[in-house]
């Protein structure tokens, strides 16, 4: 069933005690990448975990998380039809990708992606979980802010590449975050494609994309640099087929991510730490 008012608060979300919107100012970044490994680094900590897919435009988790051409299962509950999440690597994943072609989503504008939005939440059973990550499109559209507006009680990480230009685009989406009638609160930034350590120099880093930007997106924010992730060779072809980091050779992306979902549980949970 569709909301007729689209800013109306989503209520079938009370059993999720944690939303966490992976943002930035611009594409290319890594949202994604971190949207799926801190999932998956939070439920191998044990904690019950959903992946929102709400890059409508260009949904890519579910190739990410090898669940791609899979549909989800739905059944009727009342008079409603229910959708139950796809479940890889221990989290539960929703992604329209998994219930449209691939050309339909370049014709969307933006009241069909805001409806769409709405029912990929409301009608879909997460049952209870401690987080739901939601991957966000680029920049600061219709999708982040219809997100932020329905999901009140959300959390927002930003995700910016080290080079001090990135910090103005990582500024603006956390403005839009942190504008009135909106008020998100920003946990912090994620520092993505850090440094480059060559497997046979583990004690090198090459800083290819400049140094200093995740630190100073989090100073001006007032907020904190969450984590840096290294730049790592086979993350790309680990994406592209399904994998997570935790596959990767290198162990410096497996504890950059769990770092990360350590540092976002201990410090920022709600209701999670009883
Ligand atoms: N730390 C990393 N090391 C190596 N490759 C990375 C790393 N992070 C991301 N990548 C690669 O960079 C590319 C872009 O990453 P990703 O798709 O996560 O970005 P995005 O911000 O979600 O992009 P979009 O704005 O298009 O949604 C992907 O090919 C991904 O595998
Ligand atoms: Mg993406």
């Not at 449209?100 to 069909?112: L, N, T």
């Not at 596959?247 to 709600?270: C, D, G, M, R, Y």
Request: charged share 20%; aromatic share 6%; with cysteine.
């Amino acid at each position: 069933m569709l909301k007729q008012n689209p800013f109306e608060v989503i209520e079938s979300i009370e059993n999720i005690k944690n939303i966490i919107l992976v943002a930035s100012g611009k594409g290319g970044v890594g949202k994604s990448t971190v949207s799926t490994n801190l999932s998956v680094a939070l439920a191998r900590e044990g904690h019950a975990v959903g992946l929102l897919d709400a890059d409508l435009y260009g949904p890519s988790i579910p190739l990410s998380l090898g669940l791609d051409g899979q549909y989800p299962e739905v059944r009727k509950v009342g008079d409603k039809d229910i959708m139950f999440p796809l479940i890889n690597f221990g989290v539960k994943v929703m992604s329209l990708g998994f219930l449209m072609s691939k050309q339909d989503a370049v014709i969307w504008r933006g009241p069909m992606v805001s409806k769409a939005l709405t029912q990929l939440i409301e009608d879909t059973d997460w049952g209870d979980l401690d987080y739901l990550v939601v991957d966000l499109p680029p920049g600061t559209g219709d999708i982040s802010i219809t997100l932020a507006q329905k999901l009140p009680k959300s959390k927002a990480i930003i995700v910016i590449t080290p080079q001090k230009m990135a910090t103005a685009d990582g500024r603006r989406a956390a403005n839009m975050f942190q504008k009135e009638g909106i008020d998100i609160e920003v946990l912090g930034v994620v520092e993505n494609m850090s440094w480059f350590t060559p497997e046979k120099h583990p004690d090198e880093k090459y800083y290819l994309f400049g140094i200093g930007g995740g630190e100073s997106l989090a100073k001006e924010t007032n907020t904190e640099l969450l984590a840096q992730i290294p730049l790592v060779s086979d993350v790309c072809n680990l994406g592209d087929t399904g994998q997570t980091v935790f596959a990767s050779t290198s162990n410096i992306i497996v504890e950059a991510f769990e770092k990360l979902a350590q540092n976002i549980h201990e410090k920022h949970a709600l209701n999670a730490l009883k």
